[in-house]
């Protein structure tokens, strides 16, 4: 038999394509060419197969061989074909069996010694090579990834060698197998002394996913606030989970087994650009907000991010997925994330503040704050002021705040509610849902003109104005909205619209 097929997984995005590697082994001088759109390191794999296979003792055929990487028109990249390739060779030149390679996929980066190493992307490969009914055989560095699947049967090898004997029926592989470890509690809301307001508005955006503004001065507690809100967000379900692992999977830093189910926190600095934020490159890699999927993405000291890096969250915020569109190639990466931002209230910071040491003119304020955008804060559910607190409140002995495991019970209940009634948070309600679940009394729905009216809110944070109130019923475990549940609401706007004016 001079053919061979053997089954393995490109990466795109957050996709695993199937790819199908033929080796034909033809008449004509000794050569190898592989062809089906390979980029550099993939032609490479020639020598590292070569090297491999005749360190494993096998005989490197001296024929043609061709190597067709299907479909044509899916560009290949890595070092991953390469196991798949020797296998090939190895099977169309008869030192191996066909009939085993139907049963598996293959992913690996050979080295010159016939060694195994891992390689990136496995977790989406491992998914779908389960939802196509076959085994998966990958690096044994690649093992932890692909075993939180458990659905998956993944086998691991540590050289050629190994693979091979798994194909002669001489050697079962070991299963992938995932070291579980406890859930890190990390920081908690304890630690936070006082600000009130600022806890009692980090509860609802944790209830709701709702994203968060935090304006105050220097040191009042922004960044320890908005590190806590992880900790408040109920536990990421399998699903959730094997999407947040699968896009850090495939941006090349790897997958903590100790972070498994825990929701991230990603926080840029701000000089990180448009790309870094929303992901691209020649080839496509997710940026900050899809590595933030179903988590917590922080931006400090808002105002001094490059405005054509803040803008390019608007499109996110809304759809939850991002499109990252090159000539060759269009990926789409989700990017359901929960944003909380933090600003000065001017240049020098301390604008309101009762100590009057602000000097700042009001041009200068009104400067500084339109570096954010209109269109950006206005999907910005929860606008709140962290004022400096007195020495007082922050000593050692002073009472402690609630923990953040009650916390997060309250927000586990109201999550429920929204999950039976909706089947998602209320901060992604689209229009329909929120007129059908936010509904008001006449009474309230003219309080929330006039709100609307005096503020002059747009419509859209009107809407948003609504899914606050109805998580904030939801957390008292009201089944309407109540005239209190709306005013807290429309006050988490006033905050930020009547500093605007008076500045």
């Known amino acids: 038999m001079n053919l061979a097929l053997v089954h393995s997984r490109a990466r795109s995005?957050?996709?695993?394509?199937?790819?199908?590697?033929?080796?034909?082994?033809?008449?004509?001088?000794?050569?190898?060419?592989?062809?089906g759109l390979p980029e550099a390191a993939v032609r490479e794999a020639r020598d590292r197969v070569r090297a491999a296979i005749q360190c494993a003792q096998f005989e490197f055929p001296a024929r043609r061989i061709?190597?067709?990487?299907?479909?044509?028109?899916?560009?290949?990249?890595?070092?991953?074909?390469?196991?798949?390739?020797?296998?090939?060779?190895?099977?169309?030149?008869?030192?191996?069996?066909l009939e085993p390679l139907e049963q598996y996929e293959f992913l690996g980066e050979l080295g010159l010694t016939g060694e195994l190493r891992a390689v990136d992307g496995v977790l989406p490969a491992a998914l779908a090579a389960a939802e196509a009914g076959r085994g998966l055989v990958i690096p044994a560095g690649n093992g932890p990834e692909a075993a939180l699947a458990s659905r998956v049967e993944a086998c691991t090898a540590r050289t050629l060698l190994e693979v091979c004997a798994l194909l002669h029926g001489r050697k079962a592989l070991p299963?992938?197998?995932?070291?579980?470890?406890?859930?890190?509690?990390?920081p908690d809301l304890a630690d936070v002394r006082g600000q009130t307001q600022a806890r009692r508005a980090l509860e609802v955006a944790a209830a709701g996913a709702h994203h968060l503004l935090l304006v105050g001065p220097p040191g009042c507690g922004k960044t320890l606030l908005a590190s806590r809100l992880p900790g408040l967000l109920p536990e990421a379900s399998e699903a959730e989970a094997l999407e947040t692992a699968a896009i850090a999977s495939i941006s090349g830093r790897g997958i903590d087994p100790a972070r498994w189910r825990e929701r991230p926190f990603r926080a840029p600095h701000h000089t990180a650009?448009?790309?870094?934020?929303?992901?691209?490159?020649?080839?496509p890699r997710?940026?900050?907000?899809?590595?933030?999927?179903?988590?917590?993405?922080?931006?400090?000291?808002?105002?001094?991010?490059?405005?054509?890096?803040?803008?390019?969250?608007?499109?996110?915020?809304?759809?939850g997925v991002v499109t990252v569109s090159r000539a060759a190639r269009s990926s789409e990466f989700p990017?359901?994330?929960?944003l909380v931002a933090a600003m000065n209230p001017c240049p020098c910071g301390w604008a309101g503040d009762a100590s009057g040491r602000c000097r700042c003119s009001p041009d200068a304020i009104r400067r500084y704050r339109a570096r954010i955008s209109g269109p950006l804060l206005d999907r910005i559910d929860l606008h709140i002021d962290v004022p400096r607190l007195p020495a007082a409140d922050l000593r050692p002995d002073a009472s402690p705040s609630e923990p953040s495991s009650q916390v997060r019970e309250r927000v586990a209940d109201a999550r429920q509610r929204q999950?039976?009634?909706?089947?998602?948070?209320?901060?992604?309600?689209?229009?329909a849902a929120t007129a059908a679940h936010c509904r008001l009394s006449e009474r309230d729905h003219a309080l929330l003109e006039r709100a609307v009216d005096t503020l002059q809110l747009s419509a859209r944070s009107m809407h948003r104005i609504l899914r606050v109130a109805?998580?904030?019923?939801?957390?008292?475990?009201?089944?309407?909205?109540?005239r209190e549940h709306l005013g807290e609401a429309i006050g988490y706007r006033r905050a930020w619209a009547g500093a605007t004016a008076s500045s």
């Open 13 to 35: 995005g957050v996709r695993a394509p199937a790819v199908r590697v033929e080796v034909h082994l033809g008449g004509g001088l000794p050569a190898m060419s592989i062809v």
């Open 66 to 97: 061709t190597i067709n990487l299907a479909p044509a028109d899916l560009p290949k990249d890595g070092g991953r074909f390469d196991l798949a390739i020797a296998l090939g060779i190895l099977a169309a030149s008869g030192q191996v069996p």
């Open 175 to 186: 299963r992938a197998q995932a070291d579980m470890l406890p859930r890190n509690p990390g």
């Open 273 to 283: 650009s448009a790309v870094a934020l929303v992901g691209g490159g020649a080839d």
């Open 286 to 319: 997710p940026g900050e907000i899809s590595l933030a999927h179903q988590g917590v993405l922080f931006l400090d000291e808002l105002p001094e991010w490059d405005r054509r890096a803040l803008e390019v969250l608007r499109e996110p915020l809304e759809s």
């Open 335 to 338: 990017a359901r994330f929960q």
């Open 419 to 431: 999950q039976h009634r909706a089947g998602k948070p209320n901060a992604q309600l689209d229009q």
């Open 470 to 482: 109805r998580t904030i019923a939801d957390l008292a475990g009201q089944a309407d909205i109540q």
